[in-house]
């Protein structure tokens, strides 16, 4: 019975609370306005966080958690010394560097305890050819960790086996994007494609992996999909060995002038291998491991720090810490919005008292309590913030796909923000009702009934 007297009393008092909102559209609209650009901002923001949190979450899966990346350095101008010659011009004398190169990678792998395994890259910008089809391509010289370091996985077909690495064998692994282009509608196992003068047998086809340009800019990450993988001994054998000392000079004498500075030509990229990638056993050895290879680099390449030592999950959480801060600017901004949102509800119900003032007295005359008043005046709040709340979730998923559209920034909408901005909308009409709706029912009857 209670149940029902009160059930009765809430219907009552919504019906009441939205005959007034109706009788006042424009001034409800204009005071749920807050609330609509906090609730839109709200989901805008938690769907911003939750696309950074994605990208980084798959960023992190295409660099790897524990690995060090070392890349080459061609040349280095500060590492040149001077010193006179017979003739008394000056001779830039460079350090001699044997370069990143294979001895690197075992001394790497056999003599650092907290190495898990080390994956060296050789890459060539080139072309492959089938059926009269040219495209470009990059030619990768890898080792069977490569896959493992850069958690790609054989779609298709397999991997190079121990006798394929070692005897240097023509096979390779491609990436879907060029056997879509070469093998149109068809697979490519087992089928010879000609890259740059060789040709290779196709054994293995990589799964497509998703790599956003962002992803590509920020960590030097190549599109794996649109790559041509063979064994680096294949590589070295049948295509290029940067090792293999060229018969040009050492030195020239510039402008033909006796006694005039000589100057060493340049070696160009002398270093074997183009990127080599370390993974250790824990998270916690990266700073440690990388401070011993590049102590261990420099010492092998003549003092000369001719290579790069860089730790990509650091660069991830520079980023991530960046993206946090724009979100936090974004929770301040819509924070500002409901608080706003609230005030003006806040405002609307205060002035609605005061022109309400004789029909507050007369209701209380009759027989309604002041749990009565306060309950009608909440109910007119909490309306109010609802439906700023659901224009503003409507806003704020367009919003997002907008943002999305216009800036490639990837927003993922959740029920679990949009329940969120429900509650809030709600908890903001309760919160700045409540003081009002006790200014209503503080009244006494008889001075609000002879209220003019």
Same mark, same amino acid.
């Given at each position: ?46 769907? @911003? ?18 690995? &060090? ?30 370069? #990143?190169?294979?001895?690197?990678? /075992?001394? @790497? ?13 050789? $890459? #060539? ?28 996985? @054989? ?63 920020? #960590? ?88 790069? @030592? ?22 301040? $901004? ?5 608080? &706003? ?24 005359? &009759? ?29 704020? $998923? ?43 029912? /503080?009244? /006494? ?8």
């Amino acid at each position: 019975m209670i149940d029902k007297i009160l059930l009765e009393q809430i219907k009552s008092n919504l019906n009441e609370a939205i005959r007034v909102i109706l009788a006042n559209k424009i001034r409800t609209f204009l005071t749920a306005l807050g609330i609509i650009f906090g609730v839109a901002a709200v989901i805008t923001m938690l769907a @911003i966080g939750k696309g950074a949190e994605k990208e980084i979450l798959a960023q992190l899966e295409l660099v790897g958690v524990n690995n &060090i990346v070392v890349t080459p350095i061609p040349e280095k101008a500060e590492e040149n010394d001077s010193e006179e010659n017979e003739d008394g011009g000056s001779m830039e004398i460079k350090r001699f560097s044997k370069g #990143l190169d294979l001895l690197d990678v /075992s001394s @790497i792998q056999n003599n650092i305890s907290t190495v898990k395994q080390v994956s060296p890259e050789i $890459i #060539l910008e080139t072309y492959v050819i089938n059926a009269g089809k040219q495209n470009s391509v990059k030619l990768i010289g890898v080792t069977n960790a490569f896959f493992k370091t850069s958690n790609i996985n @054989i779609g298709r077909g397999r991997n190079f086996s121990e006798k394929q690495s070692t005897h240097a064998m023509p096979v390779c692994v491609i990436g879907e994007k060029v056997e879509k282009k070469l093998f149109t509608g068809e697979s490519a196992l087992g089928k010879q494609i000609k890259v740059k003068d060789v040709w290779l047998k196709v054994i293995g086809v990589i799964e497509e992996k998703l790599i956003s340009e962002t992803a590509q800019e920020n #960590l030097g990450i190549r599109d794996l999909n649109q790559d041509v993988f063979i064994p680096i001994k294949t590589f070295l054998v049948r295509y290029k060995d940067r090792k293999v000392i060229s018969d040009q000079p050492d030195y020239n004498q510039v402008n033909g002038q006796q006694g005039g500075p000589k100057k060493r030509i340049s070696r160009g990229n002398y270093h074997q291998i183009d990127k080599l990638t370390v993974q250790v056993n824990n998270s916690n050895e990266l700073k440690a491991t990388a401070e011993v290879i590049s102590k261990m680099l420099r010492r092998k390449h003549n003092g000369m720090l001719d290579f790069e @030592i860089t730790i990509p999950i650091n660069l991830l959480k520079q980023q991530q810490k960046t993206k946090q801060i724009f979100n936090i600017v974004l929770s301040i $901004i819509a924070g500002i919005s409901l608080l &706003i949102g609230g005030i003006g509800i806040m405002n609307i119900m205060l002035a609605s008292i005061l022109e309400r003032t004789k029909e507050i007295g007369i209701m209380r005359a &009759i027989g309604a309590t002041r749990q009565d008043i306060i309950l009608q005046f909440l109910s007119e709040s909490v309306l109010i913030s609802l439906g700023g709340g659901f224009l503003g979730i409507f806003l704020g $998923i367009i919003a997002s796909y907008g943002l999305q559209l216009a800036t490639d920034i990837e927003t993922i909408i959740t029920v679990g923000s949009i329940a969120l901005s429900f509650f809030v909308a709600t908890f903001i009409g309760l919160l700045f009702g409540v003081f009002p709706a006790k200014a209503a029912a /503080s009244k /006494s009857p008889i001075e609000a009934i002879r209220h003019e």
